[in-house]
Every structure is written in C-alpha cells, then in structure tokens.
C-alpha cells in the first residue's frame, strides 16, 4: 500500500519512485485488475484498505 495520501502504484517504476531501490518488487503481470487489493490484518481480520 502506497503512503497516507499518495495514488496506488500500478508499474515497478511508481513503487521504486514511491518505497526506493532497496524495496523488494515482484515483477509481472498484474492480472488485469484496475483497482488496488484489499488488505487486512492477517491475524486479526482488521481491514486496512477497502478493495
């Protein structure tokens, strides 16, 4: 998830400009989604990010 207040990344390059070189991508396709994931606290179920 991108920091407070800036867009999802869509491409390696926004996570790069966004997290830095020293932050670890996975690079590949994306499965067509347009819009971000939903993330939740796996322990506890709290949702962070509506998807």
């Known amino acids: 998830a991108p920091p ?3 867009p ?3 491409t ?3 996570v790069r400009a ?3 070189d020293d932050f670890p991508v996975v690079e590949g396709a994306t ?3 347009l819009n971000p ?4 606290d796996a322990l ?3 949702l962070f990010r509506q998807g």
């Open 12 to 14: 390696v390059e926004e």
């Open 37 to 40: 994931s939903e993330i939740r």
């Open 4 to 6: 407070t207040g800036l």
């Open 8 to 10: 999802p990344c869509r």
């Open 31 to 33: 499965g067509g989604r």
């Open 44 to 46: 506890t179920g709290e």
């Open 18 to 20: 966004q997290f830095g």
